[in-house]
């Protein structure tokens, strides 16, 4: 699967990395599991147990609920390996390795 990116409003100074993921999904699985190998603070939403989370996902995916969903200052990618979250967060956020 590939990584888009795609502008957005979501995300915010106090939880610059948001992931967006549900139970039994293996890629959200590493996914979550490099971000905390590589030190990135997130905030998580479990789109099976949050509504709006859900809701946000479809409305950035064509009406599915593909998840990883991730974003990074307003930057939405989607299904993205934890080293382009990573390049992201850099990029958003220039001389910080991890926030």
């Not at 590939?2 to 979501?10: K, P, R």
């Not at 859900?54 to 990074?72: I, L, M």
């Amino acid at each position: 699967m590939g990584t888009e990116v795609h502008n957005s409003a979501a995300g915010s100074a106090a939880a610059p990395v948001i992931v967006y993921w549900r139970p039994g999904c293996p890629y959200c699985a590493r996914l979550r599991w490099g971000l905390r190998r590589m030190k990135v603070a997130t905030e998580e939403l479990n789109i099976w147990t949050d509504p709006a989370a859900s809701a946000f996902v479809r409305s950035v995916n064509g009406g599915d609920e593909t998840v990883p969903t991730v974003v990074v200052a307003g930057e939405i990618l989607v299904n993205p390996t934890p080293r382009q979250v990573k390049r992201e967060l850099e990029r958003q956020f220039p001389g910080t390795s991890s926030l």
